[in-house]
């Protein structure tokens, strides 16, 4: 069974850091694109970023362009997004995701965590 896993989400304060992890079953993470997206209550779910199988490409929304870094460990199935400088708009449910692509990854990801919660207070 394919299956993605986040965890690290939390409470941190304005400007503080976090870093989340995502452990996917290795049927869907070798050869696959990561990403993160994220949602809040009553607004759709946004792409955050994306990296590609070989951790050789990334992108990254705007609004966090310089501020997440995204990257991957393919020996250990897991792929990470580094936080930084968080502000209060960052707070959010963020969703790791899977795709053949980082092109189809943004749009039409094939399997979706469950979702960790961060939390930044202002």
């Known amino acids: 069974q394919a299956q993605l896993v986040e965890s690290g989400g939390g409470l941190v304060q304005a400007g503080g850091s976090l870093r989340l992890s995502c452990a996917a079953s290795?049927?869907?993470?070798?050869?696959?694109?990561m990403g993160w997206f994220r949602q809040t209550p009553g607004k759709e779910r946004e792409f955050v970023a994306a990296?590609?199988?070989?951790?050789?490409?990334?992108k990254y929304a705007d609004s966090v362009n310089g501020r997440f870094t995204i990257s991957r460990d393919n020996a250990k199935n897991t792929v990470y997004l580094q936080m930084s400088s968080l502000k209060f708009e960052d707070t959010a449910v963020y969703y790791c995701?899977?795709?053949?692509?980082?092109?189809?990854?943004?749009?039409?990801?094939?399997?979706w965590g469950q979702g960790t919660t961060v939390t930044v207070s202002s």
């Open positions: 995701a899977a795709a053949l692509s980082t092109g189809i990854l943004r749009s039409t990801p094939a399997y």
């Open positions: 290795g049927r869907i993470f070798s050869g696959y694109a």
């Open positions: 990296i590609n199988w070989n951790g050789g490409s990334t």
